[in-house]
């Protein structure tokens, strides 16, 4: 003779139902959906699905889309940085215009500016003053290149003319001649600089 399940004790057909769906969806958002489109990535957009790496003579040295620091005179520098960097750290001072101390930030690296380069004030690009949103961009404005082009030259015995000209071949356009401002990559240019002196 069968025991038949108290009512309290036995699993409602709506939990039962939700548990199902639970597992189903588990199934479907943790596993099935990220393989695909993983899978997909790698398939349609493998530069980008793996960090759109830079190398040199086959080592990783850096990404299109991270910026990095160079402090050498030999090289190009890109803008500041309130993430020092650090992928892990991206973001911006979120300082406000008004804040005492962007102000005092911006004429501390005004007042270096002006003396490193011999300029006025108000011939430093202000990409070469401010941080960007993400504290990690990648490019600087060509007139922030131009500016660095005699320094360049001068550690790299090189004519100013040749810096330019590189300078006007790194600059990249507006994306689909709409978006954005003309700019330039930091670490590409870097690189390309390097190459020349390895061809010399």
């Not at 790299?156 to 356009?173: C, D, F, N, W, Y």
Request: with cysteine; proline share 7%; aromatic share 6%.
């Amino acid at each position: 003779m069968s025991r038949s399940i108290p009512a309290e004790r036995a699993p409602s057909l709506p939990a039962l139902t939700s548990l199902r769906t639970a597992l189903v969806m588990i199934l479907l958002c943790g596993g099935v959906y990220p393989l695909t489109v993983t899978a997909l990535g790698n398939l349609l957009f493998p530069e980008q699905a793996t960090g759109s790496l830079l190398t040199d003579n086959g080592a990783v040295v850096g990404s299109k889309f991270a910026g990095q620091s160079f402090q050498s005179d030999h090289y190009l520098h890109g803008r500041p940085s309130a993430a020092g960097y650090d992928p892990f750290s991206a973001g911006g001072s979120n300082l406000a215009v008004s804040n005492p101390d962007l102000r005092e930030r911006a004429e501390q690296a005004s007042q270096a500016l002006q003396t490193r380069y011999n300029v006025l004030a108000k011939d430093i690009p202000v990409d070469m003053l401010t941080a960007s949103g993400s504290g990690l961009d990648p490019h600087i404005s060509p007139e922030s290149a131009h500016l660095q082009a005699e320094r360049i030259a001068q550690a790299r015995k090189m004519p100013v003319a040749e810096v330019h000209s590189l300078i006007e071949q790194h600059t990249e356009g507006p994306e689909l001649w709409l978006f954005g401002q003309p700019r330039v990559h930091v670490l590409q240019f870097n690189l390309d600089l390097d190459a020349r002196k390895s061809m010399q």
